[in-house]
């Protein structure tokens, strides 16, 4: 698999907070580690389909400007063909990630899993939507360090 490229699927409820912000912040990770060539693609979903459509939350661009990071996406809900797709599906939370479990079809390729995972433990990245702008602040700074975690983990990177 070292030759070949891999996709990345980030995962939460509505694709407007976490799962976008991961997506970029994991975009821009890889890139920063001089690594980003290694993916085929690095997209991120909902479980539900609220915001079909939507621009990622204002909080979470902002969020991700005052650090350096670009976010350019549209929500979008998990299909079935996403665990052929990609290699890796990651969950925000256990809600997401038992509701990735049910619809995940028999023998399809995806590892499903949390992306806390990549933290050195399995860590809950929580949703902000309903809390002030700290919530943000920490949903980044893990998405950072699990990106990192990914990166060192699955690709064997030195950070």
Known sequence: MASEKISVLMVCLGNICRSPMAE?????????????ERFDVIDSAGTGAYHVGHKPDSRSVAECAKNGVEVVHRARQVRASDFERFDYVLAMDEENLGDLERRRPGGSKAKVMMFGEFGGGREVVEDPYYGGQRGFEVNFGQCGRFSEGFLREVLGVEI
């Open 24 to 36: 970029a912040v994991f975009r821009h990770t890889a890139e920063k580690h001089g690594v980003l």
